[in-house]
């Protein structure tokens, strides 16, 4: 069994701790949290499995870190802290531990990450002697190796295009949802995550990814944006009110050109409410879908719909993300340390987890 820390217990945190304790080759070592409340919590409460566990949460990183796990579930948010982020991966990896988060966009595409993100990991590499490996969903598995496998059933392919549309009430990052993404601001507002260069820099790494895959050379990498606002005041069950004349939807695109067309594209299609730029491509039930089209010959769709935590739907694609993650780990503890990416570290079948449902 292979000892495996769970670092935070947010929207990905519970998820985690549910994936190793469903993993028959791991065993939860630890879960570490940064709120006072939570500590002494059993780790089954915090991740939602209503049965305990026996692991109580503790906020003391460096005696679970002492402990020489093998592997850690960094699901600690690195949006608005990842100096943070990167500091706490390198420490324990230093450790001698695996890592797997989704955490680090820019490590997405390890081998083209900036030298002042990769260089400290791989001194941590040659140091402890552990692991990284980062992904997710979107980035991550949804514009990644779904799409890549999916090519293989083309004759002719002519442009890949990768869609997240989500009505991101259901999403449980308010701060994110609001401020990050800019809904219910006025339209005048430049949300942080819709800068110019920042969708480049969160999902370019995927269109690399899938270009090194496919054996082509990318021209550039380009940008569109549309945005939306509510022609009449919503109220929303998870996030309360959103204004009329405020952003209600946005709408960008990150292509791939090659040879001057557009040919590796990902979307993503955001609404606050539904009634917002109904022209727009909707998910089949309104709520939120991941969906890959091979335009070429065949033309093939794919939809993926997953959900969690009561049928909610980020919930679910939450806990894909973290399915591929933790799938990934007795794979990395066999393989040699290093810096690894979603094309390095393969999807595999859920081998023993069939049915199975833990004591």
Same mark, same amino acid.
């Given at each position: 069994?292979?000892?495996?820390?769970?670092?935070? =217990?947010?929207?990905?945190?519970?998820?985690?701790?549910?994936?190793?304790?469903?993993?028959?080759?791991? =065993?939860?070592?630890?879960?570490?949290?940064?709120?006072?409340?939570?500590?002494?919590?059993?780790? %089954?409460?915090?991740?939602?499995?209503?049965?305990?566990?026996?692991?109580?949460?503790?906020?003391? !990183?460096?005696?679970?870190?002492?402990?020489?796990?093998?592997?850690?579930?960094?699901?600690?948010?690195?949006?608005?802290?990842?100096?943070?982020?990167?500091?706490?991966?390198?420490?324990?990896?230093?450790? %001698?531990?695996?890592?797997?988060?989704?955490?680090?966009?820019?490590?997405?595409?390890?081998?083209?990450?900036?030298?002042?993100?990769?260089?400290?990991?791989?001194?941590?590499?040659?140091?402890?002697?552990?692991?990284?490996?980062?992904?997710?969903?979107?980035?991550?598995?949804?514009?990644?190796?779904?799409?890549?496998?999916?090519?293989?059933?083309?004759?002719?392919?002519?442009?890949?295009?990768?869609?997240? !549309?989500?009505?991101?009430?259901?999403?449980?990052?308010?701060?994110?949802?609001?401020?990050?993404?800019?809904? %219910?601001?006025?339209?005048?507002?430049?949300?942080?995550?819709?800068?110019?260069?920042?969708?480049?820099?969160?999902?370019?790494?995927?269109?690399?990814?899938?270009?090194?895959?496919?054996?082509?050379?990318?021209?550039?990498?380009?940008? =569109?944006?549309?945005?939306?606002?509510?022609?009449?005041?919503?109220?929303?069950?998870?996030?309360?009110?959103?204004?009329?004349?405020?952003?209600?939807?946005?709408?960008?695109?990150?292509?791939?050109?090659?040879?001057?067309?557009?040919? !590796?594209?990902?979307?993503?299609?955001?609404?606050?409410?539904?009634?917002?730029?109904?022209?727009?491509?909707?998910?089949?039930?309104?709520?939120?879908?991941?969906?890959?089209? !091979?335009?070429?010959?065949?033309?093939?769709?794919?939809?993926?719909?997953?959900?969690?935590?009561?049928?909610?739907?980020?919930?679910?694609?939450?806990?894909?993300?973290?399915?591929?993650?933790?799938?990934?780990?007795?794979?990395?503890?066999?393989?040699?340390?290093?810096?690894?990416?979603?094309?390095?570290?393969?999807?595999?079948?859920?081998?023993?987890?069939?049915?199975?449902?833990?004591?």
């Amino acid at each position: 069994m292979i000892p495996t820390v769970v670092w935070g =217990t947010g929207n990905v945190g519970r998820a985690a701790i549910r994936a190793v304790e469903a993993h028959p080759a791991l =065993t939860l070592a630890a879960v570490l949290v940064h709120d006072p409340a939570k500590v002494g919590r059993d780790a %089954g409460e915090l991740g939602g499995l209503g049965r305990t566990l026996g692991v109580a949460a503790t906020d003391d !990183i460096a005696a679970a870190l002492a402990a020489r796990p093998r592997a850690v579930v960094y699901a600690a948010s690195g949006d608005i802290r990842p100096d943070d982020a990167l500091a706490d991966i390198g420490r324990a990896i230093r450790s %001698g531990a695996v890592v797997v988060t989704p955490s680090l966009y820019p490590l997405y595409d390890q081998r083209n990450a900036p030298p002042e993100l990769r260089d400290p990991i791989l001194t941590a590499v040659a140091e402890g002697g552990g692991s990284l490996f980062v992904s997710g969903v979107d980035p991550g598995w949804g514009n990644d190796v779904l799409p890549l496998l999916i090519s293989g059933l083309g004759t002719e392919v002519d442009v890949i295009r990768c869609q997240e !549309i989500f009505d991101y009430s259901t999403y449980e990052q308010e701060d994110s949802v609001r401020h990050l993404i800019g809904m %219910g601001h006025p339209m005048d507002y430049q949300p942080l995550m819709l800068a110019e260069g920042v969708p480049t820099m969160v999902w370019g790494g995927q269109i690399r990814l899938m270009a090194r895959a496919l054996g082509v050379e990318l021209d550039e990498i380009r940008e =569109t944006l549309d945005r939306r606002a509510l022609e009449t005041a919503v109220t929303t069950r998870t996030m309360g009110d959103f204004a009329a004349g405020t952003q209600g939807a946005v709408r960008f695109e990150v292509q791939g050109v090659v040879h001057g067309t557009p040919r !590796i594209v990902i979307e993503h299609i955001t609404r606050i409410h539904a009634s917002c730029a109904p022209d727009w491509p909707t998910p089949p039930d309104g709520v939120g879908a991941h969906r890959v089209v !091979i335009e070429g010959r065949p033309r093939i769709e794919v939809t993926v719909e997953a959900s969690d935590e009561g049928e909610n739907r980020s919930a679910g694609g939450n806990a894909t993300a973290v399915g591929r993650l933790v799938s990934a780990i007795d794979w990395l503890v066999d393989a040699q340390p290093g810096l690894y990416d979603a094309l390095d570290v393969p999807l595999r079948p859920a081998v023993g987890r069939l049915g199975r449902r833990p004591a």
